[in-house]
Structures are given as structure tokens and as C-alpha cells.
């Protein structure tokens, strides 16, 4: 059974330091990889995704994430956070042909000055 | 287009009464889906359906039930609903790319938070 794993469900960081949100999943095929953000009483937003190609995927608000088959892992990266990056952030994978999403358990950022 | 839509924003229900929570989206997308999230635990999925008439299980269906009469409009149903049951719920949506391939990227609505007393 797949599964994503979010190490972390509470991660604090100085204003202009490095975001790094850990991802890892479990598979039996490629799946497709996905970030959503989710600020508080709203919605979630798709912050970025991997279907195939370049491992190095870029995203909206200036963060990015690679791709790594070797570790399964998919780490959401900022390198200088600002307070408005203060969210709920989701990883996700997709497993099947119908697009359902398998999520993590979600890692709250938040960013003091 | 207004996207994907949720009514009500927030609602509280006592043990056993019924509800349905609406979920719209104007995009005219194929594929529709229903979410709880629960802290701690991710959002974990309910029903989805792939177009209008056909609908089926997520990893967490009991005590909901769904139908897709048309491709507009998602309703979940809590037919007596349960305090197991407060959670926040979200519905998504995405559209075909080519037959029976569905674009990756999902359309979240803004979520209805439910409390059961």
C-alpha cells in the first residue's frame, strides 16, 4: 500500500532562513507528486508538482522541490522564508489513473521575525 | 468562474440528525472528489466520482453517502451523523485531459467545517 510520510508536523524558522519541509513516500510505481499550502480558513492551493521530466520542480512564493527515485523522497524547499509563508503545507501523491490523492499528515510552518 | 464552491462555510449537527453538504464547480470538470481533514491525520478521501452517474469509495466512506446527477453539483450526505464525524470537509475537481486520463492537478474548495454534538 502506498503511503507519504512527513516528518515534522511542526516546523519553525527565522524570518530569511532556509525552509525545508521533508516529504518521503512509498510506491510500487512512479507516482505523481504534489504540494499544496493551505493558509488558515482557506482552501488548499497547488504549490507545485512532479508528473515527469525534470526533477527540479518549481513553484509559486519562491519554492521548489526535487524529485529524488533513489530516496523516495519529495523535500519542498524555500531558501529565504518570509512571514506571509506561515501555512499548512500537504504533500501528496497521486496512485491511480482516477487521480486520487493519498496525503500526508500535513507540516505547520510557522515564521517569527 | 466562481471554481469549486462549498456550502455551508460551518454548520453543528447533534448525534443522529442528517445533513448535506454542497460542493459546485463551474469548470465543467469530469472528476469530483470529498475530503475530511482531521488533525494529525492528512486529509484522507471519502467518495470520488468521475462524471455524472458514477460515484464510488474512498478510504473513509462509512456514514456518507454520494450521488452525481449531474457534472456540476457533488453533495455528500451524513445521514445521522456522529461526533466521529466533526471534521472539515473539502470537495476538489479536475477534468480529463484526453479519454480517461485526468489532469494531476485538483481543485480544492474552501472547505465546510463541521462540529457534531
Known amino acids: 500500500a502506498q503511503s507519504v510520510t512527513q516528518l515534522g508536523s511542526h516546523v519553525s524558522v527565522s524570518e530569511g532562513a532556509l525552509v525545508l519541509l521533508r516529504c518521503n513516500y512509498s510506491?510500487?510505481?512512479?507516482?505523481?507528486l504534489f504540494w499544496y499550502v493551505q493558509y488558515p480558513n482557506q482552501g488548499l492551493q497547488l504549490l507545485l508538482k512532479?508528473?515527469?521530466?525534470?526533477?527540479l520542480v518549481k513553484g509559486i512564493n519562491g519554492f521548489e522541490a526535487e524529485f529524488k527515485k533513489s530516496e523516495t523522497s519529495f523535500h519542498l524547499t524555500k531558501p529565504s522564508a518570509h512571514m506571509s509563508d506561515a501555512a499548512e503545507y500537504c504533500c501528496?501523491?497521486?496512485?491511480?489513473?482516477?487521480?486520487?490523492?493519498?496525503f500526508g499528515a500535513g507540516t505547520r510552518l510557522a515564521v517569527h521575525p | 468562474n466562481a471554481g469549486v464552491t462549498q456550502t455551508p462555510k460551518f454548520q453543528v449537527l447533534k448525534t443522529g440528525q442528517s445533513m448535506t453538504l454542497q460542493c459546485a464547480q463551474d469548470?465543467?470538470?469530469?472528476?469530483m472528489s470529498w475530503y475530511r481533514q482531521d488533525p494529525g491525520m492528512g486529509l484522507r478521501l471519502i467518495h470520488y466520482?468521475?462524471?455524472?452517474?458514477?460515484?464510488d469509495q474512498g478510504e473513509v466512506p462509512n456514514g456518507y453517502n454520494v450521488s452525481r446527477s449531474t457534472t456540476e453539483d457533488f453533495p455528500l450526505r451524513l445521514l445521522s451523523a456522529a461526533p466521529s464525524q466533526t471534521s472539515v470537509y473539502f470537495c476538489?475537481?479536475?477534468?480529463?485531459?484526453?479519454?480517461?486520463?485526468?489532469?494531476?492537478?485538483?481543485?480544492f474548495g474552501p472547505g465546510t467545517r463541521l462540529l457534531v454534538l
Open positions: 476538489a475537481s479536475s477534468y480529463s485531459i484526453s479519454p480517461g486520463r485526468l489532469q494531476e492537478t485538483q481543485y
Open positions: 510506491s510500487s510505481v512512479p507516482p505523481y
Open positions: 512532479y508528473t515527469t521530466g525534470a526533477t
Open positions: 501528496a501523491v497521486s496512485r491511480s489513473c482516477y487521480n486520487k490523492l493519498l
Open positions: 469548470m465543467n470538470h469530469e472528476y
Open positions: 466520482s468521475v462524471g455524472a452517474g458514477i460515484t
